[in-house]
Nanobody, 123 residues
Framework: QVQLVESGGGLVQAGGSLRLSCAAS????????MGWFRQAPGKEREFVAA????????NYADSVKGRFTISRDNAKNTGYLQMNTLKPEDTAVYYC????????????????WGQGTQVTVSS
C-alpha cells in the first residue's frame, strides 16, 4: 500500500502561482511513477501531468504545457506540481496518484490515489 497526501492548494488570482505537494508513505515511493489529475465540478477527472520513477521523464496535458512543472524528490518521498500563470479554468480538485506501471494519462494505470486538494483561481 502507498498512502498519498496532497497539500498546497488554495485560492489564487489569475496569473498567480501555487506549488502542490504529494507526500507518500508506505511502500518505496521510488518504485512508482507519479501523476497529477484534476476534477472540476460537473466534469470528469482529467490528466494533468506525470513523471516516471526517477524523475527524468515527464508528460503533460496540452492545456498545462509550458505553465506547470512536475517533479519529485525520492529522498523525501514527495512529488510536486509547480503551477504558474494560473487561469480560472485551472480551478479544480487536484489529485496525485502512484502507478507501478506506466506514467501515462490513463487514470486506470494508477494504483493509489490521494484525497485531493482544492485549487481555486479567481479572475
Amino acid at each position: 500500500q502507498v498512502q498519498l497526501v496532497e497539500s498546497g492548494g488554495g485560492l489564487v488570482q489569475a496569473g498567480g502561482s501555487l506549488r502542490l505537494s504529494c507526500a507518500a508513505s508506505g511502500r518505496t515511493f521510488s518504485n512508482y511513477a507519479m501523476g497529477w489529475f484534476r476534477q472540476a465540478p460537473g466534469k470528469e477527472r482529467e490528466f494533468v501531468a506525470a513523471i516516471n520513477w526517477s524523475g527524468v521523464y515527464g508528460n503533460y496535458a496540452d492545456s498545462v504545457k509550458g505553465r506547470f512543472t512536475i517533479s519529485r524528490d525520492n529522498a523525501k518521498n514527495t512529488g510536486y506540481l509547480q503551477m504558474n500563470t494560473l487561469k480560472p479554468e485551472d480551478t479544480a480538485v487536484y489529485y496525485c496518484a502512484a502507478s507501478s506501471g506506466l506514467f501515462g494519462a490513463n487514470p486506470r494505470s494508477y494504483d493509489y490515489w490521494g484525497q485531493g486538494t482544492q485549487v481555486t483561481v479567481s479572475s
